[in-house]
Structures are given as C-alpha cells and as structure tokens.
C-alpha cells in the first residue's frame, strides 16, 4: 500500500482588500471628526487658565513690591525704587510702573520666556500695561495692569479670558 501525499497547495495574500481600506479611513476619518474639536477646547481653555494665572502673578508681585516698599519706608507719593530678589523695582505711588522696571521686572516675565505679547505703559502715574496670550483674540485673551494714579491709590488689574 502506497502512500499518497497530498500536496496542498497554500497561497499566501499580503496586503488589504480595497474594503478593509476603505472601512478603515472612515473609521480614523470619524475619529478625527470627534477628536479635532475636543483638542480645540483644550486649547481655549489652556490659554484661559494662563489668563487667569498671570493675572494672578501680577496682583502678587504688586501685592509684594507694595510690601516691601512699606517695609523698607519707601511708599511716597511718586517714584521710588526697591529691591526684589536682587532686582531694581522702580514704584510709582508706592506700587510697580506699569513698564519692563516695574510690574514685568516684579513679575519676572518676558515675551518669549512665557509666549505673550507685552505692550508696556511706562512709569507715569495712571498707566497701563498689557499682556496678551498668544493665540488669544486680541483684546479678549489680556491681563492689564494699571499703576495708581494717585498716592494711598491701588493699581487697577483686569483680566479677561473672554476669547482665549
């Protein structure tokens, strides 16, 4: 009795049918439908909580310079100079001017350091500088520091995060 083998022949497929493909892009396609306006969200409110954190931060370093200017017995009305961690702080009113020795120099941030856009006032009394979020609509993604226009006045600082 002879055996017989059978040879089976077994071809191998690469690659997908046109089917798979296609079911394939639609399902990433509906995914990215979904997905794209979740990560837009995110977006707005990430730079609607950096908003609100540098607003924040100024109400801080004016809170701090005004501090140490009562401190050290230098609030006067009109311009004195303090120190802050070794960095000259020029004060209007006994708060920061509302310029790059004042307020940006007490809250140590720069345009590129933090990805804004600072428009400095300058150092007179009743002043104003913004901070603009980048990738914000501007004037709705903005923090703005008034300096006192008066002595025994506070700095006027708003956010709004309105359009971030």
Do not use: W
């Amino acid at each position: 009795m002879t055996q017989h083998r059978s040879c089976r022949h077994t071809g191998s497929t690469a690659g997908f049918t046109l089917i798979e493909l296609v079911v394939t892009i639609s399902i990433i396609a509906i995914l990215a439908a979904v997905a794209l306006p979740r990560y837009i969200t995110l977006q707005t409110q990430a730079r609607a909580a950096k908003a609100q954190g540098l607003y924040g931060g100024v109400r801080s370093a004016a809170a701090l310079a005004h501090a140490q200017a009562i401190a050290t017995n230098t609030v006067a009305t009109g311009a004195a100079t303090i120190q802050m961690e070794g960095t000259n702080i020029t004060l209007i009113n006994g708060y920061p001017t509302a310029d790059a020795a004042g307020i940006q120099a007490a809250l140590q941030i720069s345009n590129t350091s933090e990805a804004v856009n600072i428009t400095a006032g300058g150092a007179g009394a009743g002043v104003t500088m913004t901070i603009d979020v980048n990738g914000g609509t501007v004037p709705n993604c903005r923090v703005s520091y008034t300096s006192p226009a008066a002595g025994n006045g506070s700095p006027v600082i708003a956010v709004d995060d309105s359009a971030c």
